[in-house]
C-alpha cells in the first residue's frame, strides 16, 4: 500500500465500526445519503435515487436475509451525500434518469445518471466559515 511505503499514516475513523450503528449516526446526524447505484442481491431500479434514511429498515432485513453490507462497503450500492449540518450549499438533483448497466437477474446493476444538479444556498451559511458551521452542528448534537 501507498502508506507503508512512504512516510505517512492513515486516519480511518469509521474503520471497524459496526456498520447498522454508523449508518443510523449518519441519518441521525442530518446527512442526506442518496443512493446512486445499486449492485446487490436485494436491491433493484426502485432503490435507486431514494434516501438511506428511507431505506434503512430495507438494508436491515437485507443485512440478515443475505449477509448484506447497510453502508454498502462491499460494493452493495454507492451513495452521494447531498446535503448535511457543514453544507452552505444542498445539491439538489433537479433531473435525472435511472440506467440499467447490467439485466442480472439477482443483483442487477442500476445507476442514477444526472442531467441537470444545482446548488441550493442554505439560509444563513453561507458566508459563515468552517469553524462556525461545526460549531452549528455541534449545537444540533447537544
Known amino acids: 500500500a501507498v502508506?507503508?511505503?512512504?512516510?505517512?499514516?492513515?486516519?480511518?475513523?469509521?474503520w471497524e465500526r459496526e456498520q447498522e450503528t454508523l449508518?443510523?449516526?449518519?441519518?441521525?446526524?442530518h446527512l442526506e445519503i442518496?443512493?446512486?447505484?445499486?449492485?446487490?442481491?436485494?436491491?433493484?431500479?426502485?432503490?435507486?435515487g431514494q434516501h438511506a434514511s428511507d431505506l434503512l429498515p430495507h438494508f436491515k432485513a437485507t443485512?440478515?436475509?443475505f449477509g448484506f453490507n447497510v453502508c454498502g462497503e462491499g460494493g452493495e450500492f454507492e451513495s452521494l451525500v447531498t446535503d448535511c449540518?457543514?453544507?452552505?450549499?444542498?445539491?439538489?438533483?433537479?433531473?435525472?434518469?435511472?440506467?440499467c448497466h447490467?439485466?442480472?437477474?439477482?443483483a442487477p446493476?442500476?445507476?442514477?445518471?444526472?442531467?441537470a444538479v444545482s446548488l441550493v444556498e442554505k439560509p444563513g451559511l453561507?458566508?459563515?466559515?468552517?469553524?462556525?458551521?461545526?460549531?452549528?452542528?455541534?449545537k444540533l448534537g447537544s
Open 126 to 138: 453561507k458566508d459563515l466559515g468552517l469553524r462556525e458551521r461545526i460549531g452549528l452542528v455541534s
Open 102 to 106: 447490467s439485466h442480472d437477474d439477482m
Open 85 to 99: 449540518p457543514l453544507y452552505a450549499y444542498k445539491i439538489q438533483v433537479d433531473k435525472s434518469e435511472k440506467v
Open 34 to 48: 442518496r443512493i446512486i447505484k445499486v449492485a446487490s442481491i436485494g436491491l433493484n431500479q426502485s432503490h435507486v
Open 3 to 14: 502508506v507503508s511505503t512512504q512516510s505517512t499514516g492513515s486516519i480511518a475513523p469509521l
Open 109 to 115: 446493476v442500476w445507476y442514477e445518471k444526472f442531467e
Open 23 to 29: 449508518l443510523q449516526e449518519m441519518v441521525d446526524n
Open 63 to 65: 443485512s440478515k436475509k
